[in-house]
C-alpha cells in the first residue's frame, strides 16, 4: 500500500528519488497534455525543471503550439511515468507562467548549444529543410559568438500548481495501489481517498 502522507509532495519527493536512480533514461520526462482552441487536446513529453510547493516548472518556446495552448487556456495534466519502479502519477491544474527571474536563472544554467537552439528554432512551424534550421543556428551562433547569450523574449517557463495529484502503484493481479490527493484551489488544504485500480 502507498503510505499517505499530509503533504503529497512528501510521496513525490521520494519516487522521484528512487526513480533517479533506477530509470535508464530522464527521470524528470513526463507528458504534458493541454487543449487547442478548437477543444482537442494535445500530449507530448516535456522535461520537469523544478518542483515545491509552489508547483510543476517546466520551460519551452511561448510560440510553440503546447505554449500557444497554455496561455490560451491556462491548465493541463501532467504525467511521470517510471517503468523501472512500476509507478505512475497524475497531476491536474492551473497553469501559470514563471517569472522573467526564474527563465532568466535556469536559461543562463543551459549549455550554449541549447541556448543559441533556443533562438534558432521556430518551434513547431513547418521546416523546408534541415539545411534550414542548420543555417538559423550558425546565424544565432555567429551573433552570440561572445559574450552571454540572452533569453530569448518568447522563451521562458510554465508552474503547474496540482488541484489533484494521483499515486499509481503496480499490484498483483492488476490490484493496483491508488491514493489520490485534490484540493479546490492551491492554497487550500489536501484530502484524500484510495481509488479502485
Known amino acids: 500500500m502507498i503510505e499517505e502522507k499530509p503533504d503529497p509532495l512528501t510521496i513525490f519527493s ?23 482552441p478548437d477543444g482537442t487536446p494535445a500530449v507530448r513529453m516535456v522535461l520537469l525543471k523544478q518542483f515545491d510547493g509552489a508547483g510543476f516548472v517546466f ?26 519502479l512500476r509507478r505512475q502519477v497524475r497531476l491536474e491544474g492551473p497553469v501559470a507562467p514563471t517569472t522573467a527571474a526564474e527563465a532568466n536563472a535556469y536559461f543562463s544554467s543551459r549549455d550554449r548549444g541549447s541556448q543559441i537552439g533556443a533562438w534558432a528554432s521556430e518551434q513547431s512551424r513547418p521546416l523546408e529543410s534541415r539545411f534550414a534550421l542548420e543555417k538559423r543556428v550558425a546565424e544565432f551562433g555567429a551573433r552570440h559568438l561572445v559574450g552571454k547569450v540572452p533569453r530569448p523574449p518568447h522563451w521562458s517557463g510554465f508552474r503547474l500548481q496540482p488541484l489533484l495529484i494521483e499515486f499509481w502503484q503496480d499490484g498483483a493481479f492488476r490490484l493496483h495501489d491508488r491514493l489520490e490527493y485534490r484540493r479546490t484551489a492551491p492554497d487550500q488544504p489536501w484530502t484524500t481517498r484510495t481509488l479502485y485500480p
Not at 521520494?14 to 535508464?24: D, L, M, R, V
Not at 490560451?72 to 504525467?79: S, T, W
Request: hydrophobic share 35%; glycine share 6%.
Open 14 to 36: 521520494a519516487w522521484y528519488e528512487e526513480a533517479g536512480k533506477s530509470e535508464p533514461n530522464d527521470p524528470s520526462a513526463m507528458s504534458l497534455a493541454s487543449v487547442g
Open 59 to 84: 520551460y519551452t518556446n511561448h510560440q510553440s503550439r503546447k505554449g500557444q495552448h497554455l496561455l490560451a487556456h491556462p491548465k493541463a495534466a501532467l504525467l511521470f511515468h517510471w517503468k523501472s
